[in-house]
């Protein structure tokens, strides 16, 4: 991790240089080692490794190189809570994750906030991607949510994108079925570090870095723009071993992110959702590409060959309620498809107002949700 102010600079100024990126910034590290190095060479000496105008701009400052070094200094030196810490980490260094040395494109810097002494040692093995719409139905929240736990709670720590939608309910999940010394969660954001994005997400990432680590390479002071968060979802993918897609509409990010996946020779698993879901269509769309069908995180574990300690215990997608026989007569009418209001009064026969009625109590209960289009779905974990 970084420790002075003037290794800070010469990292800060290495990625800040125009037409350095990643891989010409490693080629110049194999070439002449740390950056102070770098800097001390001769335009003539760079470009032997790098073309024409890399070199030249290599030979000046970049525009608020001082000041982004300052501010970043006093963020790291800047007190945190008892147990959190902030920290820089440099390709090279101890504490950068190894598995992101694997993919193709590893971040020259990484930001860290919260336990990041975690982050020494730290293998894709321990380690589940978990993402999905930033619009998901309740039933996908709550598997989201379920699914997390459960793994978190075998030992897995939940890596995730910090996004509205199933990335919350994920590290949620995760902060909640953890044991208090295990690393439940990463989070990997978009923006610099001292700022949180989304807003709602504010008191998450609070508790994230209690029992968890947030990471970013991007630079303090990033805003949230575009194409900054496809970028990082091969980070989300690179520090795992496998990627569960919870739920997915065709057009959507987390399916660069399985793709980023497979690219980097991890799994793809996917729960499936009912066919008239929209937001089930890109889990559908992987499972037909050969992503592994899951039920249950018992057949995560099972994939990922690690050891189910809830074996007798296992968390399913199960057709019904665990108390199916002191159930609302409604949740059995409902099934577990989205349902319109017509469909379920031809199927009860009851008066609107009453069916209206049961409907409120369920949704209020957390045994419904309510979806776009005036449909309800039933949500399997109350």
Known sequence: ????????????????????????????????????????????????????????QLMGTPGGW????????????????????????TLGDADYPASLLLIPD?????????????????????????????????????NAREFARSLAGSGLTIVSGLALGIDGAAHDGALLGASSQALATLAVVGTGLDRVYPQQHRELAHRIAERGVLLS??????????????????????????????????????????????????????IPGSIHSAQAKGCHALIKQGAKLVESAQDVLEELRLPDPFAQLPLALQAGSPHQDSEPELLGLMGHDPVGLDALQARCGW?????????????????????????????TWA
């Open 351 to 379: 008066p609107t107002a009453q069916l209206q009625a049961q409907l409120l109590e369920l949704e209020l209960m957390g045994q419904i949700g309510r979806l776009p289009g005036g449909l309800f779905q039933r949500i």
């Open 217 to 270: 390479e991007y630079h303090l002071g990033t805003p949230p723009l575009n194409a900054n968060f496809p970028k990082r979802n091969r980070l989300i993918a690179g520090l795992s071993q496998a990627t569960l897609v919870v739920e997915a509409a065709l057009q959507s990010g987390s399916l660069i992110t399985a793709k980023q996946a497979l690219e980097q020779g991890r799994d793809v698993l996917a």
């Open 1 to 56: 991790m970084v420790s002075t102010q003037d290794e800070l600079g010469g990292w800060l100024r290495l990625s800040l240089t125009v037409g350095i990126g990643n891989d010409t910034a490693r080629k110049l590290l194999a070439a002449f080692g740390e950056p102070p190095h770098i800097f001390q060479q001769s335009e003539g000496a760079l470009r032997q490794v790098v073309s024409a105008n890399p070199a030249r």
């Open 106 to 142: 590893p971040p020259l810097m990484l930001y860290a906030l919260g336990q990041t002494a975690a982050l020494h040692g730290l293998r894709a093995e321990q380690c589940l991607a978990m993402v999905g719409s930033r619009n998901p139905t309740p039933q996908g929240q709550a």
């Open 66 to 89: 001082a000041e982004l070094t300052r501010d970043t200094w006093d963020w790291l030196r800047k007190g945190t809570e008892p147990g959190m810490s902030r920290a820089v980490v």
